[in-house]
């Protein structure tokens, strides 16, 4: 192999190398927002129950009905409600962070594959294992 394939060789690793590299870090990064975003939303979701059993609470005061059956039962509603976004939230959060993991490792071995073909390449590529097979 002469000396400038050597170099284009080397370069192309390191190139490689550094891309798989930084794909890594982002889809970490976006894996840390998907992560902040899902906190916010059940944030959100929880402030809007508090704000809605407020509401509920001083609406059943104002009609003199504070404390009965029908204004607990609305209560629990809520209170169900927002669990069951909180969980599907969460689940979502879940999903995301699985597929960005997934997503990395094949651009994992997309690199990993790169290296090959460059390092077959260098060594004489489909050419040279041609004239293995002719001499065989």
Not at 50 to 71: D, E, F, H, L, P
Not at 73 to 91: A, C, D, F, P, R
């Amino acid at each position: 192999m002469d000396p400038v394939s050597t170099v284009l060789a080397v370069v192309s690793i390191g190139a490689t190398v550094s891309s798989a590299s930084q794909a890594k870090k982002a889809n970490k990064l976006q894996q840390r927002q998907q992560e902040v975003q899902s906190a916010a939303s059940r944030r959100a979701a929880i402030r809007e129950m508090q704000i809605k059993r407020a509401q509920t609470m001083a609406g059943a005061q104002a009609a003199g009905a504070s404390y009965g059956s029908g204004i607990a039962g609305g209560l629990s509603s809520l209170s169900s409600q927002v669990g069951s976004n909180l969980g599907y939230s969460t689940e979502m959060s879940g999903l995301s962070k699985q597929i960005s993991i997934a997503s990395q490792k094949a651009e994992t071995m997309g690199a990993v594959a790169g290296l090959g073909m460059t390092a077959f390449n260098g060594v004489g590529g489909w050419d040279s294992l041609a004239n293995t097979f002719k001499k065989g």
